[in-house]
Antibody
Framework: QVQLQQWGTGLLKPSETLSLTCAVYGGPFSDYYWTWIRQPPGKGLEWIGEIHHSGSTNYNPSLKSQFTMSVDTAKKQFSLKKTSVTAADTAVYYC??????????????WGQGTRVRVSP | SYELTQPPSVSVSPGQTARITCSGDALPRKYAYWYQQKSGQAPVLVIYEDTERPSGIPERFSGSSSGTMATLTISGARVEDEGDYYCYSTDSGGDHRGVFGGGTKLTVL
């Protein structure tokens, strides 16, 4: 059974760097789009972007390239970084596995979520 | 930027049919996906590629799509189906640029 386990710093001060990592267990790493999604408190889901095992990326254009994703295929891990966080980055961050059919994506496995709070 | 529009809330009595809609200009050309999220939990995929149901999802969940609107139907809704439902798709460009709808809170009581 595929499992995604994520971790990262939960409490940040404004201007610090957000760093999250997601590890994949029990399934292949290749041929999937490894995705980050966030959810501010009391609000809906927001797609941040995805990274293929090859390293190619797609990001949410509304977030204006604020985020950077990377992948370590040897460890079956992928990561998310954002410099200079603000209070608006306070959210639960999820990693997910995206299975592709054309340009569509099916998120069939999710991490447990990491709560990130940005506070002075 | 591309948007998917959902009603904020839908309410039905147990046993009734709940329908949640999602509208978007690219839906005639792009698949819709539906996720259920219960309080404090990660979302769960309930419908993919407009009409397909993952294994383990009850048969009362079904999906359809026509023109610019996709619909999630829960036939014979149960109290345990309460939660937030999100549609997901991508815009009409070649690269994947994912978008979630604003979410619909389903109440069954």
């Amino acid at each position: 059974q595929v499992q995604l386990q994520q971790w990262g710093t939960g409490l940040l001060k404004p201007s610090e760097t957000l760093s999250l990592t997601c590890a994949v267990y029990g399934g292949p790493f290749s041929d999937y789009y490894w995705t980050w999604i966030r959810q501010p408190p009391g609000k809906g889901l927001e797609w941040i972007g995805e990274i293929h095992h090859s390293g190619s990326t797609n990001y949410n254009p509304s977030l204006k390239s604020q985020f950077t994703m990377s992948v370590d295929t040897a460890k079956k891990q992928f990561s998310l970084k954002k410099t200079s966080v603000t209070a608006a980055d306070t959210a639960v961050y999820y990693c997910a596995r995206g299975s592709a059919n054309g340009s569509g994506r099916k998120f069939d496995f999710w991490g447990q979520g990491t709560r990130v709070r940005v506070s002075p | 930027s591309y948007e998917l529009t959902q009603p904020p809330s839908v309410s039905v009595s147990p046993g009734q049919t709940a329908r949640i809609t999602c509208s978007g200009d690219a839906l005639p050309r792009k698949y819709a996906y539906w996720y259920q999220q219960k309080s404090g939990q990660a979302p769960v995929l309930v419908i993919y590629e407009d009409t397909e149901r993952p294994s383990g999802i009850p048969e009362r969940f079904s999906g359809s799509s026509s023109g610019t609107m996709a619909t999630l139907t829960i036939s014979g809704a149960r109290v345990e189906d309460e939660g937030d439902y999100y549609c997901y798709s991508t815009d009409s460009g070649g690269d994947h640029r994912g978008v979630f709808g604003g979410g619909t809170k389903l109440t069954v009581l």
